[in-house]
């Protein structure tokens, strides 16, 4: 299923740029950024509640948020993109 994730961290301080690190360091092992805090992630379930707990074990909820959309398996109709950055396929070999 294809997930994307987005995240708003607070950065005032050093232990926040600290969270915002660590925080897309995590959603890189899982998949490909395509804007600066958006992350789109093709996982499957228990993928998923892995990464979600581990992302808000990292997140202050007083001061950051996370969001995740489930775009399910049938995903590939509901992106449309535009502008400089180019496509890719989500299931196609992801280099790292």
């Known amino acids: ?11 005032e301080d050093a232990a ?4 915002l690190r660590q925080i897309a360091k995590q959603c890189v092992n899982y998949g490909q950024r395509v804007q600066n805090s958006v ?8 993928q998923y509640r892995m990464l979600q707990a581990r992302l808000c074990a990292i ?3 007083e001061r ?14 509901r992106i449309e993109h535009f502008g400089v ?12």
């Open 1 to 11: 299923m294809l997930v994307l994730i987005t995240y708003d961290v607070n950065t």
């Open 16 to 19: 926040g740029r600290k969270r």
């Open 39 to 46: 992350f789109e992630c093709n996982i499957d379930a228990a």
């Open 59 to 61: 997140m202050d909820p």
């Open 64 to 77: 950051d948020s996370l969001r995740f959309y489930n775009l399910g398996n049938k995903y590939q109709s």
């Open 85 to 96: 950055k180019p496509g890719y396929d989500s299931e196609g070999l992801l280099m790292i």
